[in-house]
């Protein structure tokens, strides 16, 4: 089956402008996990859904960030009035959601340059 | 603040020499992982260690989590130019916890 796909890969947009990323999981994955990746740094946990539940959004940076689930398929993040440090990769990833699962099937990737 | 560091942040290498890269923290964790990212492409799982003290081998890969479980390593034998890519640890604090902390990545360059 195809794995996790994320759309688009690259994205240019000058300061100010909003963007919406989008991520397709695996099939039949309740979880799904966005992270953003700057130059030289870890990926850091931006928010977190997992089937039916209250999404954790707990790293969300600001209010200008903002992501949307429906249901146990396609998710978007949205970033609204970009600013230059939200430029990095975007990572999107899914688990099954079964207990003994740890494995996260990464996405490629959306690269975010904000001018 | 990253929970878990990496060393080295860099790290060029010959084909066919070794290399060892760490991951430290002062927190414990439930488990570890290790990823490889190639650029271009999201992390690839490699392996998840989960018992203080194991290690485990991967082909010329061998991981180990400290008896303490606070820190891990990732050993390659004879490295090859595919082993190049970026080398992320990521952990778990409690073992029902659905957030990893990642560290901030070791990039490995192995020269043919």
């Known amino acids: 089956g195809a794995g996790v796909s994320q759309s688009p890969s690259n994205k240019v947009t000058e300061k100010g402008k909003d963007v919406e990323l989008r991520c397709d999981p695996i099939s039949g994955h309740t979880a799904l996990y966005w992270y953003r990746q700057r130059l030289g740094q870890g990926l850091e946990f931006l928010i977190y859904f997992q089937g039916n539940s209250a999404p954790d959004k707990s790293g969300l940076p600001s209010d200008r960030f903002s992501a949307e689930r429906t249901g146990e398929s396609v998710s978007t993040l949205t970033i609204q009035r970009t600013q230059q440090e939200d430029s990095a990769v975007y990572l999107c990833a899914s688990i099954s959601g079964l207990p003994w699962e740890e494995t996260q099937y990464f996405g490629p990737g959306t690269r975010l340059l904000v001018l | 603040t990253q929970l878990l560091k990496q060393s080295p942040q860099f790290l060029s290498i010959q084909e066919g020499e070794n290399l060892t890269v760490y991951c430290n923290s002062s927190s414990v964790f439930s488990s570890l992982q290790w990823y490889r990212q190639e650029p271009g492409e999201g992390p690839v799982l490699l392996v998840t260690v989960v018992t203080g003290g194991e290690v485990k081998k991967l082909k010329r890969l061998t991981f180990q989590f400290g008896d303490a479980r606070k820190d891990s390593s990732l050993h390659i034998t004879a490295a090859q130019p595919g082993d190049t890519g970026l080398y992320l640890c990521?952990?778990?604090?409690?073992?029902?916890?659905?957030?990893?902390?990642f560290g901030a990545g070791t990039t490995v360059t192995v020269r043919a």
């Open positions: 990521a952990g778990k604090l409690g073992s029902n916890d659905y957030k990893l902390s």
